[in-house]
């Protein structure tokens, strides 16, 4: 069974960073991509950044040059840094990744609050 846990999260002022951690139960190369998503109140759940297997990323557009994922594989680890964070980064986050095998897996959610 294939766990994700997410951590990090909190609450932080408009300018601030926080760091996201999603640690893997297997060997994050297993995968064919792992990110991050978010779900803000009332809205759907949106990308906010990816690896693809070949080391690629995409990031959504309103993250681009304030968000960076990066990986430890030797850790199994997946990483958010966010910087610059704006009231509207307020959401849940959470770890995804899809396994070859089409297995599509979320970790629990960690909540960011961007605020005064």
């Known amino acids: 069974q294939v766990q994700l846990v997410e951590s990090g999260g909190g609450l932080v002022q408009p300018g601030g960073s926080l760091r996201l951690s999603c640690a893997a139960s297997?060997?994050?190369?297993?995968?064919?991509?792992m990110g991050w998503y978010r779900q803000a109140p009332g809205k759907q759940r949106e990308l906010v950044a990816v690896?693809?297997?070949?080391?690629?990323?995409n990031y959504a557009d309103s993250v681009k040059g304030r968000f960076t994922i990066s990986r430890d594989s030797a850790k199994n680890t997946v990483y958010l840094q966010m910087n610059s964070l704006k009231p509207e980064d307020t959401a849940v986050y959470f770890c995804?990744?899809?396994?070859?095998?089409?297995?599509?897996?979320w970790g629990q959610g960690t909540q960011v609050t961007v605020s005064l």
């Open positions: 297997v060997g994050i190369s297993s995968f064919i991509n």
């Open positions: 690896f693809g297997r070949d080391g690629s990323t």
């Open positions: 995804n990744a899809l396994g070859i095998r089409g297995g599509i897996y």
